[in-house]
């Protein structure tokens, strides 16, 4: 646990754009697929989008593709989401957290992730 630091979220209008950071304190970093999940309240954690190591291939949720944008620089060890288009229903509080599973193809499992973040929250209004 808390081996990444979520912070970038914020009330902004509908439409407008936040860039999300997570900075790892875990020198393997660049060994790992990560992910972002979300969870609303009253709402179940979900998936929002991944990246493979290296950054060569993206994965994100129906609803977020096309909006969202999933990049990692390992130099400074640091995974960013960018969140343009943003919806009222965006609105929830955003983790970070490694894939521990190796399970090609799929990640969306949470279970599947570990060392989650204390989160960053995101407010889109109206």
């Known amino acids: 646990q808390g081996q990444f630091v979520e912070s970038g979220g914020g009330l902004v209008l509908a439409g407008g754009s936040l860039r999300l950071s997570c900075a790892a304190v875990?020198?393997?970093?660049?060994?790992?697929?990560m992910g972002w999940f979300r969870q609303a309240p009253g709402k179940d954690r979900e998936f929002v989008s991944a990246i493979s190591v290296r950054g060569r291939n993206t994965f994100y949720s129906e609803n977020v593709r096309g909006r969202f944008t999933v990049s990692r620089d390992d130099d400074k060890m640091t995974l960013y989401l960018q969140m343009n288009s943003l919806k009222p229903e965006d609105t929830a509080v955003y983790y970070c957290a490694r894939k521990i599973a190796v399970t090609p193809g799929i990640y969306d499992r949470l279970y599947e992730y570990d060392s989650w973040g204390q989160g960053t929250q995101v407010t889109v209004s109206s």
């Open positions: 875990l020198h393997e970093f660049d060994t790992f697929v």
